[in-house]
């Protein structure tokens, strides 16, 4: 299985109430980081069979937004592993659920993804992985332990198609 491990977009000003900051949607540019993201993982033709998400507003509509840039037809699943008090027990049977699946991608929120992401790359939690808002690792699961293939985040991706894009012709 191919896991795609993404935090959610930019959603603004965390809220100190807890409760209004579980309905805090994605701003503007939160909602351009998903379709850059998506367009990504569509030139990397990401082989995904299943969108889960995180049940908080911001990680959902990231989810959604993704999957139908990439024309994914079927609903987004939640689960409460992805969700802030998501731990990684929960998680692992979360990838045992799909271990079928030739592509999973999965939503969630600092700090349990950049955990859970150095949990499955180092077995033991040891790496610290910075994931910036909007960011995707994809990671091999069919080595042990499994690899980390790539992390990119919106300003490299940025970056990377404005170089493509530009000619170098005069």
């Known amino acids: ?13 965390v809220r100190e109430n ?4 579980a ?10 980081q998903c379709m850059l993201m998506a367009r990504v993982l569509s030139a990397l033709k990401a082989p995904i069979d299943v969108i889960v998400s995180s049940p908080l ?13 990439l024309g994914y037809e079927a ?8 969700g802030m008090n ?8 979360l990838l045992d659920k799909y271990a079928d699946r030739e592509g999973i991608l999965v939503v ?16 033991n939690g040891g790496a610290a992985i910075r994931m910036r808002k909007a960011s995707i690792a994809r990671v091999d699961m069919n080595h042990h332990p499994p690899r980390l293939q790539l ?9 990377i198609y404005a170089s493509v894009t530009k000619s170098t012709r005069k």
């Open 1 to 13: 299985m191919i896991l795609f491990l993404m935090r959610h977009a930019n959603a603004g000003t």
């Open 18 to 21: 807890p409760v209004l900051d």
């Open 23 to 32: 309905k805090r949607g994605l701003v503007k540019e939160g909602k351009e």
């Open 57 to 69: 507003k911001r990680a959902l509509q990231t989810a959604q937004l993704v999957g139908t840039e």
């Open 75 to 82: 609903k987004v699943e939640i689960s409460q592993a992805l």
């Open 86 to 93: 998501g731990n990684h027990a929960d998680f692992q049977r």
């Open 108 to 123: 969630g929120h600092n700090p349990t993804m950049f955990q859970f992401l150095g949990h499955l790359i180092t077995g």
């Open 151 to 159: 992390l990119i985040d919106p300003r490299t991706a940025r970056a």
